[in-house]
């Protein structure tokens, strides 16, 4: 990885919590991929699996605006996250997770939780937060609600370092 | 009764008869046209290079060949896992097909991926015998494409491999181009100070080494899927689509740097065996090696997909666009690389002395011993040496000492301000960079997709010094050549540790046949399974074998030239299931020489 390649991965760190925000608002531009759901505004539950290396199903259909309770369960051997975005919004989310594989927070099958809570300055940490996203440990199972805004090109991707790239990401259709 | 027994029988054969496919293969005279020169060569069903075979997993195969030729031939199955009487190395698995003769092999498919075939007689396969094999799997990909291509490489020479031998025989630098020239000593001179040039030379010349020897052969033409860089073989695709390109190397002697400018590659699969999927701008590919990788191609425009020998002595090249005919930049091939002091401190009976400043305490970086628990294969990749522009100080708040168990001293960041790789002596001239300053493919980044074998301690470990002497082009094992050696017994059951000590200069491509190569890059249970292990000059390389094969093998360097000149030798695995055992008797009673 080269100086400026880490420069764009630090800084997109640190403007992920921005890019949910602009999410958040809805803008309608094809950007943006919904904000966070609330449970019980959730019209059903999809269960999506997650083996080494894709997805099942590897496409769902939502509603314009429809909140969906997704249940990720992580059935691989491997580390695998489930994070709704477009296809740029995964691109920079690649930058980060390329840094936590490099930092050791993803090592194969196993989340460093000391590392990723680490302080790494300005408050910033390597925690794997974000509300549209899960990042799962072989075995464990977690929730993402989510509200779809407009239609718009969105995938549910993960981009632990090259399962993206391989083809672990499934389209988001709109009926 | 009767009825349902039978029914229920023939439901039974069913699957067995659906899956079984005969295949014919014919081995031909044929014509080989590089772009640079027509040459006869040998190839199949009337090609060099011959068909892409594709099975399935699960398949029992039938494969007649038929020998065209006025000489005896064979085919070996690179890679599969089969019965050792049809893994097709004459006076080792069987006596080989006569002029004229059909012989039909038949094994079951019990894996899946991209692997090749070839010639295992006398210097058929430099001579365009070989051919590609893929495996669909029983079950889905662990990845996504939207279409496929096998990329396979050769090093077309205008000469026949045996001339090429008996050239080599008679003088080991024939073909190399690249020697140091009485003006580069002056240069050195006026660099480095008369002394230490000399003593440079010196030190070459006690070796039996000439400087330059990263490759033996100059002067080939590189082919993809048998076209030369002005045929340009084009492979086409639509934007946006996800490509699997399947590369196999089936040079006699070449290794390429592969990249694709303008395309991330992600190597999803090596030697046949999934891989947890790296993304990489280079790779290198030994000879016989394979590795697959996804490129996503977005916009409207060709992209060329460049193979440089590893000595920059030539290249292969090829094109991915969305239309026939379309071309992008061919780049100029890169200074080569020169050995350093560093790659030949392997070699026995030097004065290590004199090597002041090398620090051997790190040579064995790829075995697992004294890596505390870290993973340091994941770190490789990282050269800090170029982070200078980044702003640590906004990273005050990092508390390294969290890091417990990191021990920053043992990493290969280049510290020396080289690159490094663990897989390449400290101080290497012979490691290899992105044309783009980006990432270079190590074997440290492999790990296994799904690990085949459970970890488990080897049973014995097995010291195979990869020898030899450059000024009479003899290369061996353990310093006795092939046809002076006493096979490697080995025990059905056992895993043996093989520790691998390169005391050569050239790096040599290692294949076991019929059983797997596991690769030790310190990643424990998620080392990867190959079939072609590249040692390189100066290192030492530990490889695992679960021994679930019966039967007698080949074990060899995969140059040709090498494996020729004595650098292979045959595996006895003893015991194991009777019938099995009783084949090797026999065959041992027939032997015929290799």
């Given at each position: 990885m080269n100086a400026s390649k880490l420069i764009v991965a630090a800084a997109a760190m640190s403007m992920s919590a921005a890019t949910l925000a602009a999410g958040a608002?809805?803008?309608?531009?094809?950007?943006s991929s919904g904000e966070p759901g609330k449970a019980s505004e959730a019209s059903r539950t999809i269960t999506v699996e997650m083996y080494d290396n894709y997805y099942e199903p590897e496409e769902i259909s939502v509603k314009p605006g429809e909140t969906v309770r997704f249940v990720v369960?992580?059935?691989?051997?491997l580390v695998h996250e489930f994070n709704v975005g477009t296809p740029d919004m995964h691109e920079a989310h690649q930058e980060e997770m390329m840094m936590m594989v490099e930092h050791g927070v993803i090592q194969g099958g196993k989340l460093n939780q000391d590392m990723m809570n680490m302080?790494?300055?300005?408050?910033?940490?390597?925690?794997?937060?974000?509300?549209?996203s899960v990042l799962l440990e072989p075995g464990q199972s977690k929730e993402v609600i989510w509200k779809f805004s407009d239609k718009g090109n969105i995938e549910f991707a993960?981009?632990?370092?090259g399962h993206y790239q391989a083809g672990m990401y499934g389209d988001v259709n709109f009926e | 009764m009767k009825t349902r027994l039978l029914t229920g029988l023939l439901s039974l054969l069913m699957p067995a008869m659906v899956m079984a496919g005969e295949y014919d293969l014919t081995v031909d005279r044929v014509k080989i046209d590089t772009g640079d020169f027509v040459k006869e060569g040998i190839g199949y069903n009337g090609a060099s290079p011959g068909p892409v075979m594709r099975f399935k997993e699960g398949e029992n195969v039938k494969i007649n060949v038929t020998n065209n030729l006025d000489e005896m031939t064979s085919i070996h199955w690179h890679g599969l896992i089969l019965p050792f009487d049809q893994d097709?190395?004459?006076?080792?698995?069987?006596?080989g097909i006569k002029p004229g003769e059909t012989f039909t092999y038949e094994f079951p498919i019990q894996q899946a991926g991209t692997y090749w075939f070839h010639s295992h007689s006398g210097f058929q396969e430099p001579d365009g015998a070989y051919g590609s094999i893929v495996i669909e799997p029983e079950?889905?990909?662990?990845f996504r494409y939207d279409r496929e291509y096998v990329v396979q490489l050769t090093d077309k020479h205008p000469h026949s491999g045996d001339r090429i031998m008996r050239n080599l025989k008679m003088m080991?630098?024939?073909?190399?181009?690249?020697q140091q020239t009485v003006g580069e000593f002056f240069s050195d001179v006026s660099k480095n100070g008369l002394m230490n040039t000399v003593s440079d030379r010196m030190a070459w010349g006690g070796m039996r080494?000439?400087?330059?020897?990263?490759?033996?052969?100059?002067?080939f033409t590189g082919l993809i899927n048998g076209k030369g860089p002005s045929q340009n073989w084009t492979g086409i695709f639509e934007p946006g689509e996800r490509i699997r390109l399947r590369f196999i190397?089936?040079?006699a002697m070449t290794y390429f740097d592969i990249r694709i400018p303008g395309l991330d590659m992600t190597v999803v699969q090596a030697d046949g065996n999934n891989v947890q999927p790296v993304s990489v701008d280079e790779f290198r590919i030994g000879v016989a090696e394979t590795y697959d990788v996804i490129v996503r191609p977005k916009d409207e425009q060709a992209y060329t997909i460049f193979a440089e020998s590893m000595g920059r002595s030539g290249y292969a090249r090829a094109t991915l666009a969305p239309e026939e005919g379309m071309e992008a930049a061919v780049p100029q091939l890169r200074e080569p690389a020169r050995l350093t002091m560093a790659d030949m401190s392997g070699m026995a009976g030097m004065d290590h002395g004199s090597m002041a400043g090398m620090d051997h305490g790190d040579m064995n970086m790829s075995s697992s011993e004294g890596m505390g628990g870290m993973d340091h294969s994941s770190m490789e990749g990282m050269d800090h040496s170029n982070m200078k522009g980044m702003d640590h100080s906004n990273m005050e708040g990092m508390d390294h000492s969290g890091m417990s168990g990191m021990d920053h001293g043992s990493m290969a960041m280049g510290k020396k301000g080289g690159p490094s790789d663990?897989?390449?002596?400290?101080?290497?001239?012979?490691v290899p960079t992105a044309a783009n300053g980006g990432k270079f493919l190590s074997?440290?980044?492999?790990?296994?997709?799904?690990?085949?074998y459970e970890l488990r301690e080897p049973t014995r470990e097995i010291e195979l010094r990869l020898t030899g002497n450059m000024e009479r082009y003899t290369w061996s094992i353990n310093g006795v050549k092939y046809e002076d050696a006493d096979p490697i017994r080995l025990k059905y059951g056992e895993r043996v540790r093989f520790k691998f000590v390169n005391e050569t200069m050239m790096t040599h491509p290692m294949h076991l046949h019929g059983m797997w190569s596991i690769l030790d890059?310190?990643?424990?249970?998620?080392n990867p399974i190959k079939h072609t292990i590249s040692v390189n000059p100066g290192t030492t390389v530990y490889m695992e074998t679960e021994v679930d094969e019966p039967g007698q093998w080949a074990f060899h360097c995969h140059l040709s030239y090498h494996a020729a000149a004595g650098m292979f030798r045959k595996v006895i695995v003893e015991g194991g299931p009777e019938s099995a055992q009783a084949k090797t008797d026999v065959l041992v009673e027939d032997g015929g020489e290799v």
């Open positions: 608002h809805g803008g309608g531009h094809g950007a369960e992580n059935k691989g051997n302080d790494m300055g300005n408050g910033k940490t390597m925690k794997h937060d974000d509300p549209n993960c981009n632990v370092p | 097709g190395v004459p006076g080792i698995s069987f006596p079950g889905r990909e662990p080991p630098d024939y073909y190399n181009r690249e080494m000439m400087k330059a020897d990263v490759e033996d052969i100059h002067g190397n089936s040079s663990p897989f390449y002596a400290k101080g290497s001239g012979l074997y440290a980044d492999l790990k296994a997709q799904d690990p085949l890059v310190g990643a424990g249970q998620w």
